[in-house]
């Protein structure tokens, strides 16, 4: 029985496809300032550039049975941020869906931080994506490279 779930909890990414358990999905090239950095469980794939003190993660959580609006489920993202403001959302066309793009500067840990968050729901599965950097010219630099990175998602 370990075993088994040692296996189901086998992740991979090549050739910019993420695996695992759960879900499979292909992300966008990144720049060469961009370094893969391990995180959480609760996170698939996260990429910092330290020379804009930025970093970008994504995760997939996979149950059908939840039907959460994208509002509430970005709202979830923003726990632990404080002095929320500038916020701004716009439901966009994004992998033959609608995802809702967030805008928003806030507080974490008592440093200011500008946020740029996607919500995306699809075949049974919920996409976060996130970028968070500082709130200068820097973000405005690595919002580019998530750009790019964004762009090259799709799902088999």
């Known amino acids: 029985m370990a075993l088994w779930a040692s296996a189901c909890a086998h992740a991979s ?32 794939l996260a990429f910092e550039a330290t020379s804009l003190d930025a970093i970008m993660q994504v995760n997939a959580t996979c149950d059908p049975s939840l039907d959460i609006p994208l509002s509430s489920l970005t709202n979830h993202l923003l726990i632990g941020f404080t002095e929320r403001e500038g916020r701004t959302e716009e439901t966009l066309p994004f992998a033959e869906r609608e995802a809702l793009f967030t805008d928003v500067e806030a507080k974490l840990d008592g440093v200011r931080r500008r946020l740029r968050l996607v919500v995306l729901k699809k075949d049974g599965c919920v996409y976060d994506f996130a970028l968070v950097g500082p709130p200068d010219a820097r973000f405005d630099q690595a919002r580019a490279g998530f750009d790019a990175w964004l762009t090259g998602f799709s799902t088999p």
Request: glycine fraction near 12%; proline fraction near 3%; aromatic fraction near 12%.
């Open 13 to 44: 990414y090549q050739g910019g496809v993420y695996r695992d358990a759960e879900a499979s999905y292909h992300m966008g090239d990144l720049g060469p300032e961009w370094r893969r950095v391990d995180v959480d469980a609760d996170t698939d």
